[in-house]
């Protein structure tokens, strides 16, 4: 089920309780958090294919919730079922308590964003705002209160009369959001709606769009492909693989602490090896890898001297020439390529006589100008940094 946050209170001191249909977690009689979505056991099959297998988690009002994964890995049939266009095999889904099943997807208190924002292009953004408020029935006076009232809260204050052809892409994103928003929806879903815009603009809008849902308080659903994108703007991440969720965290607990080999290697980059563990002591243990290095890694109890391992290394983990008498797992490698990308830069790299390709992270704090293409390079790393899982 769904975490409470870093450093949160223990479970076995926790609450449960329903006031007027809504559900809270109480601790030592203080209300922690209202769920505004819950997902119990929801399972979707497509003849013999099970695209969500048995997946459950809830979400306190408020959240930015961000479920990745690969493609075909059952996130976006995950969200249709939670906005009404699809009904699970088995399972339900409640938004504020209710129950959803039978009803429809206009009836459901959810509104869905897709990657094609559908905007109308012959009304002006006032008009696509207002579009759902006139299908409810609403009076002029009290559409035109409403409409403004989103436009400002979004960021976008006077643009009623302005085209859609007129404003940006950037813009355009906030006008869809807006056309949500202002029909009150307890639970907003996103379905990639950055894949369409260029580079320079998505990293833009993974900025706006965390100050823009903290502003409204909406509880956001927000599906993505994208690591950065679910780092950058979640409270909570679901990895998702397979139909199921590897793991349900903060965004730091999933890249500093992986619970599975699948999200070790899909949240951020890592370098990874194959190995056995040949002798351990109590808390770390000498693995071997494949390729025939070895290493020091601190590890857990339930890997023993001959079990086979998956290990995991991140490229900023990894130090370039360093000082004699630090205590690492030291190696040589020589440099295939220098990827310079600002903050970012990084070396391919691989020990000699291997194919094996490391990346290995050019910290800022240094200058490294003098490495070239073909150079041997003495590189170490921490026992503390590697991450061990079973192997296969």
Request: aromatic residues 8%; charged residues 20%.
């Amino acid at each position: 089920m769904f975490p409470l946050s870093a450093g949160a209170c223990p479970l076995s001191i926790l609450r449960s309780i329903h006031v007027d249909n809504c559900h809270f977690f109480i601790y030592p009689g203080i209300v922690l958090m209202q769920i505004d979505l819950s997902v119990e056991d929801v399972t979707k099959k497509f003849g013999e294919f099970t695209a969500v297998d048995s997946v459950s988690f809830d979400v306190p009002s408020g959240n930015f919730f961000s479920i990745l994964g690969p493609s075909g890995c059952g996130k976006t049939t995950l969200l249709r079922m939670i906005a009404g266009f699809t009904e699970p095999t088995k399972g339900v889904i409640r938004i504020r308590e209710k129950d959803m099943s039978g009803i429809q997807p206009n009836k459901r208190p959810v509104n869905l964003i897709f990657q094609q924002l559908a905007l109308f292009p012959m009304m002006n953004v006032g008009e696509n705002i207002a579009f759902g408020l006139r299908r409810h029935g609403e009076n002029k006076s009290t559409i035109a209160k409403k409409v403004k009232s989103i436009l400002e809260r979004v960021g976008l204050p006077g643009f009623e009369g302005n085209k859609i052809d007129q404003i940006s892409g950037g813009q355009k994103q906030r006008v869809a959001i807006a056309r949500c928003l202002v029909l009150d929806p307890v639970v907003l879903l996103l379905d990639e709606p950055l894949g369409a815009l260029d580079l320079k603009l998505r990293e833009q809008m993974k900025v706006e769009l965390k100050i823009l849902q903290a502003n409204v308080g909406t509880t956001f659903i927000y599906i993505t492909h994208d690591q950065s994108e679910a780092l950058v703007m979640s409270d909570h991440v679901a990895v998702m693989d397979r139909g199921g969720f590897e793991q349900v965290d903060t965004p730091q607990n999933l890249y500093n602490n992986p619970k599975t080999p699948f999200v070790a290697g899909f949240v951020g980059d890592s370098n990874a090896w194959a190995g056995k563990i040949r002798r351990r002591s109590v808390t770390s243990a000498e693995i071997e890898t494949e390729d025939g290095h070895v290493f020091n890694v601190i590890v857990g109890e339930e890997l023993q001297p001959g079990h086979k391992v998956d290990l995991f290394l991140r490229p900023e983990a990894v130090l370039i020439q360093p000082d004699a008498g630090l205590n690492l797992n030291r190696f040589d490698v020589v440099v295939k390529s220098i990827l310079f990308d600002g903050a970012n830069s990084r070396l391919l790299a691989s020990p000699p006589d291997s194919d094996v390709e490391l990346i290995v992270a050019l910290p800022q704090n240094r200058q490294y100008d003098y490495i070239k293409v073909n150079d041997k390079i003495e590189i170490g790393w921490n026992e503390q940094s590697g991450t061990c899982f079973p192997g296969k």
